[in-house]
């Protein structure tokens, strides 16, 4: 399974933006999708999750700012944030749960300026 993410970029704070991702391969196999994000200096961390049972999961700093959707069934996820803060600058990555393993996409960055 690879991943692609696009969508990132530079912002100004309160502004928002729309990353996409979109599995390639055995998409039919995936039970779900989501975003982690790894800001400078820290660890990556979730930022939300979207499973095929329609279930969503988000971190508390994102919660009422960010969106997850998707469809597992074809393979895309998408993360709308709103309310940027420059604490969330940080690369966020794809990732599924595959029935054969964690599967991550390269990141794109997200910068968001004071």
């Known amino acids: 399974v690879q991943l692609q993410a696009s969508g990132g970029g530079l912002v100004q704070a309160g502004e928002s933006l729309r990353l996409s991702c979109a599995a390639s391969?055995?998409?039919?196999?995936?039970?779900?999708m989501g975003w982690f994000r790894r800001a400078p200096g820290k660890e990556r961390e979730m930022v939300a999750i979207?499973?095929?049972?329609?279930?969503?999961n988000y971190s508390d700093f994102v919660k009422g700012r960010f969106t997850i959707s998707g469809d597992n069934a074809k393979g895309t996820v998408y993360l709308q944030m709103n309310t940027l803060k420059p604490e969330d600058t940080a690369v966020y990555y794809c990732?599924?749960?595959?029935?054969?393993?964690?599967?991550w996409g390269r990141g794109t960055l997200v910068t968001v300026s004071s």
């Open positions: 990732w599924t749960w595959h029935r054969s393993g964690y599967y």
């Open positions: 391969g055995s998409i039919d196999r995936i039970n779900a």
């Open positions: 979207f499973s095929n049972l329609g279930s969503t």
